[in-house]
């Protein structure tokens, strides 16, 4: 018998009695004739799972349902319905039920159907630990409730289980594509294996190849005396997480995708075949079917690397996480830099709400730790977090300057936080103007694209 609890609810006592009586060697069941005592019973103590009749006398199963699931909305519910009432079962999906199984009740259907749920809440406790052991010891597993995260990190729990097959990562910038593809790796049979990273658009289109395969002694003029071993070769076991994969070139995409069919590749100046087993996980926020198309991108590459899809959420369609992300980062950022912050302003989580996040989840953290470095309250306000002079509401600091200018005190001005605010201003607005293209942002700034990426990092953007 597992440790899974369900209730079972139903008028007929054949029926409730039946399925008890099938199920009670594997779960721990406990039967209900009517709503009102099950209703009586979630309240004390929570099931895992509830088998609910939809036609029950006095409150009807939809009615159950809505109470159930506005007193436990974790709890997993499967109706029981006639063929006739097929109607209803619309309403119960619209309201949150899990599956349905209609009468006369087949039993093999009816334990897929249990153990697909069961499934589920297995996975989403597994992702609950991971995120509460993420706040503890910076995992890379995402914070938040919403539906949108949680089929996200449901899904990768799934398909982390192959140790080589490939994964393509998709989603706008700042969504954090890197720590999806870090979530994977520890959930896989690699995890124990190495996990590198390469961002395909930050090494110059002749030292890719290079870095991916390595070479061989006197390979090409620079190349060190005693050779280089690859990415690949150094993720052997494990993963190699290409980001930007659209950025390389057609020579090295071909010789990737014989990697990828093969698991063999050569390195450069060498006839001597290499033989690994490392997963690549890609990802990249430009349309490679598009690129495909135009000539830019292989097509035989495109689908060799989209075996499996991860589409990540954007902040702006998972709203409800922004409020406990926010406190994650000021918790984070407080303790590093030894500040007494306790939370976030009602007027700041309300801006937070009503903001465009086109940087996503690093444009919220950026304004978090940026808010926190400034802030000389116990609470994070506008004036801190800049939202007030992005929202277009009048806001001045305490001497009467302009909003996002450090505060000036008796012990004078921060020079280096005021340096940092109007760069990072600047960078900003760049970005915007640039629909967040980093080469046209630095041509508006009059810099070189290395410059940009340099100063960058240094004073990150929260648009970036």
């Known amino acids: 018998m597992t440790e899974y609890s369900i209730f079972i609810v139903d008028d007929e006592k054949t029926i409730r009695e039946g399925i008890s009586s099938v199920l009670s060697d594997h779960y721990r069941t406990t039967a209900f004739k009517d709503a009102e005592s099950v209703l009586t019973a979630v309240t004390e103590t929570a099931p895992d799972l509830i088998l609910l009749d939809i036609g029950l006398p006095g409150i009807s199963g939809l009615e159950a349902l809505e109470r159930i699931k506005a007193v436990r909305s974790d709890i997993l519910v499967i109706m029981i319905t006639a063929y006739e009432d097929i109607a209803s079962v619309v309403t119960a999906m619209k309201t949150g039920a899990y599956d349905y199984i209609v009468k006369p009740i087949h039993m093999d259907s009816l334990e897929r ?75 896989s049979p690699n995890f124990k294996g190495p996990l590198i990273s390469m961002n395909c658009a ?40 290409l980001d930007e994969v659209g950025d390389l070139s057609l020579e090295a995409q071909a010789k990737l995708l014989r990697f990828l069919e093969e698991g063999e590749f050569y390195r450069i100046g060498s006839t001597e075949k290499q033989t690994v087993q490392t997963r690549i996980i890609s990802a990249t926020n430009k349309d490679l079917e ?15 690397l989209s075996v499996i899809t991860v589409t990540i959420p954007s902040l702006n369609q998972r709203r409800e996480d ?23 302003s009602s007027e700041v989580m309300e801006a937070m709400q009503r903001h465009r996040w086109t940087g996503n989840i690093r444009e919220l953290r950026n ?43 008796q012990s004078g001005v921060d020079f280096s936080a005021l340096e940092a605010m109007v760069e990072t201003y600047y960078f900003d607005a760049a970005l915007r103007l640039s629909g967040g293209n980093e080469s046209g942002a630095a041509r508006l700034l009059n810099l070189n694209h290395h410059t940009f990426r340099y100063r960058r990092k240094a004073h990150p953007p929260s648009s970036g």
Not at 154 to 160: H, M
Not at 322 to 344: D, Q, Y
Not at 378 to 391: E, H, N
């Open 202 to 241: 930050a090494i110059p289109a002749a030292l890719i190849e290079s870095e991916l395969f390595g070479y061989e002694k006197g390979a090409f003029t620079g190349a060190r005396t005693s050779g280089k071993r690859g990415l690949i070769e150094e993720a052997r076991n494990g993963t190699l997480f």
């Open 290 to 304: 598009q690129m495909a198309g135009e000539g830019t991108f292989r097509r035989d590459l495109f689908y060799r």
């Open 113 to 187: 159907s249990i153990e697909n749920a069961l499934q589920t809440i297995t996975l989403r406790k597994e992702i609950q630990t991971l995120q509460e052991a993420s706040l503890k010891e910076n995992l890379p597993f995402f914070i938040g409730k919403s539906n949108a995260i949680q089929h996200v990190m449901e899904f990768i729990s799934l398909v982390a289980k192959s140790p080589d097959t490939p994964i393509l990562i998709l989603g706008e910038t700042g969504t954090g594509k890197e720590l999806i593809a870090r979530a994977i790796h520890y959930r």
């Open 322 to 344: 922004i409020e406990p992300l926010a406190n994650s980062f000021v918790l984070h950022f407080a303790e590093k830099f030894g500040k007494r912050i306790t939370g976030i």
């Open 367 to 409: 304004m978090i730790e940026r808010a926190v470095l400034v802030s000389h309250g116990s609470v994070i306000t506008l004036q801190d977090a800049g939202l007030a002079y992005r929202d277009g509401t009048e806001s001045k600091g305490p001497d009467g300057g302009p909003p996002l200018l450090p505060p000036l005190t």
